[in-house]
């Protein structure tokens, strides 16, 4: 019966590029791919599991690649949809408040975060840079 830290550096020496290679095609893009794999791994082997062969540990960190990225989906969905929560009802606060305006839809609250008039209801939104930026293009 192999020791499960041989079978850990088996599953790493042996088995790492057919799991990035898994764990790629989940997330889309080989650095979130790597992410997936070694926190995978850090999961599976960080509590005391009886695998006595690399099969079944590769099977396990599969699944747990699977579990990892189900979860980050679902999160950044919950994320996405609570950010339009931060509704702001008085725009001139904006402006009064020190924020700078970047054109009569935007204004810069801050470093990080700017709120800008959704085209759908004409509600003011914060977003947070890097969102905003995930989600439409600068003009």
Do not use: C
């Amino acid at each position: 019966m192999a020791s499960w830290r041989q079978v850990f550096e088996e599953l790493v020496r042996e088995r790492r590029a057919g799991l990035v290679g898994y764990a790629t095609l989940l997330a889309g893009n080989a650095d979130d791919g790597e992410d997936l794999v070694h926190d995978a791994i850090i999961r599976s082997f960080g509590r005391a599991r009886a695998f006595t062969h690399v099969n079944a540990a590769e099977a396990y960190v599969r699944q747990a690649i699977s579990s990892a990225f189900i979860d980050g989906t679902r999160k950044a969905r919950t994320a996405r949809a609570a950010m339009p929560a931060l509704v702001i009802r008085d725009p001139a606060s904006i402006a009064h408040s020190g924020g700078a305006p970047l054109s009569q839809e935007e204004f810069r609250l801050g470093p990080g975060l700017v709120a800008y008039r959704t085209p759908a209801s004409g509600s003011w939104v914060v977003w947070l840079n890097s969102a905003l930026e995930g989600a439409r293009q600068w003009n």
